[in-house]
């Protein structure tokens, strides 16, 4: 009998038959487009009273940003804001959505290139080598900023590079199919077929890349690269004297990032893996949880969690971990001393070290 009870209380609360205090039942389904999730109060119905207030966070995919709440969108507080409330005074219906968002940052050693929805570039910090020398650029689809130059790919899946070459980094204008490029010393890119090609600094065979297939993405560190393979396992070359590359036990691994001395891994259960060098606490990302994208600095380790904020550890001599209050970030970017965050609305943060003004993004917007 009393599991009878419950069970007609239960369908009366979702039904919207029994008030309380003189307050009615009501029911608010919550649902989503692709690109993210909402992630408070979750997605499907639930019943609440009229008069309270719920709050709802919209988790963001890597690529993805935030558009707005639609439907019965009236009692929400801010619709285009991830992060928000609803007042309950009816039965309700709202959707979170999402889009592609076009554009991205990439952080060097001492220099941040940003990426506009357009296809076209704005870059900020050290210029001694021309690498900022990008605003010329155009179809660019994704940007990778290595030690002193920075890397574009087109949308024909053809590469340019500007900046330090001496190591020959930039040669590659003669790479075609290429899908996704990374760069350190080294400039590393993944052809669509699964094979991957690099250029510059091989001393300690990071380059040595030749053999590798069924790659998904590559990352590149000072001295190692690193490639996620498509069944969640990793592969890396190249220095290892702190054990950067020891990822072979690496498993269901959805993404990869890669420092001066140390790899970081994300699972797809939003958990982090790292080895490495960890003197300043880098490596110990695993009390981690919902995270969807991860990015690797000199001496840091940066995620971006699914309701838009950011967590970093490692060292923090020049403020590159003080990302607290960052809220509605899309994506993350770690130079050697500094940390970048893209927004939802395309402009763009940055803290840590800013003696060749790398950290002076705040007037960019990407849109």
């Known amino acids: 009998m009393r599991t009878i009870s419950v069970f007609l209380l239960a369908t009366a609360l979702i039904a919207g038959l029994v008030s309380y205090g003189g307050r009615e039942s009501y029911t608010l389904t919550i649902a989503s487009t ?16 009229e008069g309270m207030v719920v709050d709802l966070v919209a988790g963001i995919e890597v690529g993805y940003r935030f558009v707005n709440w639609t439907g019965d969108a009236g009692t929400i507080a801010d619709v285009n804001d991830a992060t928000t409330t609803i007042s309950i005074n009816s039965h309700c219906s709202i959707t979170a ?97 699964g094979t991957v090609r690099a ?91 919902n995270i969807i994208q991860v990015a690797a600095g000199g001496r840091h380790t940066v995620g971006l969690e699914a309701d838009g904020t950011v967590v970093a550890l490692g060292s923090n001599w020049a403020g590159q971990r003080n990302v607290g209050d960052w809220s509605n970030i899309i994506q993350v970017a770690t130079g050697d001393y500094h940390t970048v965050g893209v927004r939802s609305d395309g402009t763009v943060v940055a803290v840590g070290w800013n003696d060749f003004a790398q950290c002076a993004v705040g007037s960019w917007d990407l849109n």
């Open 199 to 289: 250029a510059g600094f091989n001393n300690y065979g990071q380059c040595n890349v030749g053999g590798w297939t069924d790659i998904l993405q590559v990352a590149a560190g000072t001295q190692h690269t690193v490639g996620l393979k498509s069944d969640g396992t990793v592969v890396a070359v190249g220095y290892n004297n702190y054990g950067q590359c020891d990822v072979g036990g690496w498993t269901d691994i959805v993404q990869v990032a890669a420092a001066s001395h140390h790899t970081v891994g994300l699972k797809s259960d939003g958990t982090v893996v790292a080895v490495g060098y960890n003197n300043y606490g880098q490596c110990d990302v695993n009390r981690w949880t």
């Open 34 to 49: 692709g690109g993210g999730s909402v992630i408070t109060p979750g997605e499907g119905t639930f019943p609440y009273y």
């Open 97 to 193: 959505n999402f889009e592609e968002a076009n554009f991205m940052v990439a952080a060097g050693y001492y220099h941040t290139v940003g990426l506009r929805s357009k296809g076209t570039m704005v870059a900020a910090g050290d210029n001694k080598y021309k690498q900022c020398n990008v605003v010329g650029w155009t179809d660019i689809i994704q940007v990778a900023a290595g030690a002193e130059h920075t890397v574009g790919l087109r949308s024909d899946r053809t590469v340019v590079a500007m900046g330090g070459n001496w190591f020959g980094q930039c040669d590659v204008g003669d790479w075609t199919d290429i899908i996704q490029v990374a760069a350190s010393l080294h400039t590393v890119g993944l052809k669509a077929d």
